[in-house]
């Protein structure tokens, strides 16, 4: 097959129907997370440097024998179909997330051409059958306390105020993720400090569930105080600066939220 005359790729072309048999071989036969990157990778580069009467280059290669994903490109349809097919595959060992990571900078580039239709090189569900989510006591604890935290905010905001809402949808939202099945075959979930998670997973991703309680600051024009963290109702009000540096007015400070509310704030996912 002729090298293109673009200029801007040293091959530029949509993998034959063969060339995608082969990669799809390559994958379904994959032990684990690495050889199914490394044959992935190949098998992509194996038929574009075809092209060029070359091979992918082994272990122990100069830096002037290395790839550059950049100077080769195949159709955005089958750069996606081959992506999919990848991260399904490595969701046997929970590694999809991360292995769809490598492959953004190992993968040559794409192009649009609404001519290559999209392969299908992924028909099985390669999650684990049963998926084991193990919570710790304190991790237990600390839920039933978001939980009623929750519902604190909605008595005294409202069910419908948007303070509720919220953070009603952030922490659902984050608590859905513990179930998913792409993580591995087991998670563990401890306690990660005041209305907050930490989750390490069976693919070895760790992440936390983290609470983002809003400050309480002062509404008074031209003044940039706030409260420090109070553990009860019975602590003192303390203002200070909100940074280094910042100009706190003497007078009756205007809370941006009552001092006897319960705090608002989100949760969010952190790796």
């Given at each position: 097959m002729p090298v293109p005359t673009d200029t801007a790729y040293r091959v530029r072309r949509p993998l034959t129907a063969?060339?995608?048999?082969t990669i799809r071989g390559r994958i379904d036969a994959a032990t684990d997370t690495t050889t199914l990157l490394a044959a992935s990778v190949i098998g992509v580069f194996d038929a574009l440097l075809a092209d060029l009467g070359q091979s992918y280059p082994g272990t122990g290669t100069t830096p002037q024998q290395r790839i550059d994903p950049s100077q080769y490109?195949?159709?955005?349809?089958?750069?996606?179909?081959?992506?999919?097919?990848?991260?399904?595959?490595?969701?046997?060992?929970g590694g999809g997330i991360a292995i769809?990571?490598?492959?953004?900078?190992?993968?040559?580039?794409?192009?649009?051409?609404?001519?290559?239709?999209?392969?299908?090189?992924?028909?099985?569900?390669?999650?684990?059958?049963?998926?084991r989510l193990e919570v710790s006591r304190e991790a237990a604890d600390e839920i039933a306390a978001c939980e009623t935290h929750l519902q604190r905010l909605a008595?005294?905001?409202?069910?419908?105020?948007?303070?509720?809402?919220?953070?009603?949808?952030?922490?659902?939202?984050?608590?859905a993720a513990?179930?998913?099945?792409?993580?591995?075959?087991?998670?563990?979930?401890?306690?990660?400090?005041?209305?907050?998670?930490?989750?390490?997973?069976?693919?070895?991703l760790v992440f936390g569930v983290i609470f983002h309680g809003e400050r309480r600051t002062c509404l008074a024009p031209g003044c940039h105080a706030e409260t420090s963290g109070r553990t009860s109702t019975d602590d003192p009000v303390v203002w200070q600066?909100?940074?280094?540096?910042?100009?706190?007015?003497?007078?009756?400070?205007?809370?941006?939220?009552?001092?006897?509310?319960?705090?608002?704030?989100t949760w969010s996912l952190h790796s």
């Open positions: 063969a060339e995608l048999d490109a195949i159709p955005q349809m089958q750069w996606t179909a081959i992506a999919d097919a990848v991260t399904n595959r490595a969701h046997a060992w769809g990571l490598d492959l953004v900078n190992l993968m040559p580039s794409a192009y649009d051409d609404p001519t290559v239709p999209a392969p299908q090189l992924s028909d099985q569900d390669h999650r684990p059958q049963v998926y008595t005294f905001y409202g069910p419908s105020s948007g303070t509720y809402q919220q953070a009603l949808s952030s922490w659902h939202r984050q608590l513990l179930f998913a099945t792409s993580l591995g075959a087991t998670s563990v979930v401890h306690r990660d400090g005041p209305l907050s998670l930490h989750v390490t997973t069976g693919s070895g600066p909100r940074y280094d540096g910042a100009t706190v007015l003497d007078h009756p400070h205007i809370p941006s939220y009552p001092l006897d509310a319960p705090q608002p704030g």
